[in-house]
């Protein structure tokens, strides 16, 4: 069962995602939160595999939980939502540490399978976030960036295939497939990828290879 935590000020819209996930056999709501704060303190005092996290709260909003959730031991892993404002939530929620980005009004059924697939090391974005993600990339003039590709020369070369097929999208299981290696030795690469890029995310590590030019942009 995958463990996820719901966080929203807005008590009919959280009842309606606990409902939403409490319909698939595979996820169970542990915790449910009304601000970012409150998700923190629950998330340090249980175990959480997927935070839902609203973006705009009171006390605690979702960018900043997101940053502090990346900071403890057993850090869950976060999907922004929100209603508007796609670009600017969407980038923000990516450097904070979110693995994933949709928005309140995607269908149950992509909400659900969404919590899986991050559950599962991967990421997601919603088709038009990540779409536009790419062109404000092109828009700034930051692909190609010698701090990236820096930082990317330092990886080893096992490491640098690993994060190519990261890149991809690839679970753990599946880079592990695709390279011949055993699925705990992929997990351990990632974990040190992340260190030695300075990222807090599959995601930032994505993006970053793709700063650095190890892979051709895409969607």
Do not use: W
């Not at 994933?100 to 149950?108: E, N, T």
């Not at 899986?116 to 828009?139: E, K, N």
Request: glycine share 8%; with cysteine.
């Amino acid at each position: 069962m995958i463990r996820t935590m719901v966080v929203d000020d807005d008590a009919p819209m959280r009842l309606a995602l606990v409902d939403l996930l409490a319909r698939d056999p595979a996820l169970t709501v542990v915790a449910e939160a009304v601000d970012g704060l409150q998700a923190v303190e629950l998330a340090g005092s249980m175990p959480i595999d997927v935070v839902l996290m609203d973006i705009r709260m009171p006390r605690l909003d979702g960018i900043a939980a997101t940053r502090r959730l990346r900071e403890l031991p057993d850090a869950p892993r976060v999907i922004a939502l929100t209603t508007a404002d796609l670009d600017e939530c969407a980038y923000r929620a990516l450097a904070a540490g979110a693995d994933g980005f949709l928005l309140k009004d995607a269908p149950p059924a992509e909400i659900a399978r969404a919590v899986q697939i991050v559950a599962g090391g991967r990421s997601m974005l919603h088709p038009v976030a990540a779409r536009r993600l790419i062109d404000r990339y092109h828009r700034t003039g930051a692909p190609r960036s010698v701090a990236a590709r820096s930082r990317v020369a330092g990886l080893t070369p096992r490491e640098t295939d690993v994060l190519r097929e990261l890149t991809d999208g690839l679970s753990n299981a599946e880079i592990a497939g695709v390279l011949g290696m055993r699925e705990c030795t992929v997990k351990a690469h990632v974990s040190r990828i992340l260190i030695a890029l300075g990222v807090g995310s599959r995601v930032q590590a994505a993006l970053l290879a793709r700063d650095a030019g190890l892979v051709q942009d895409g969607v």
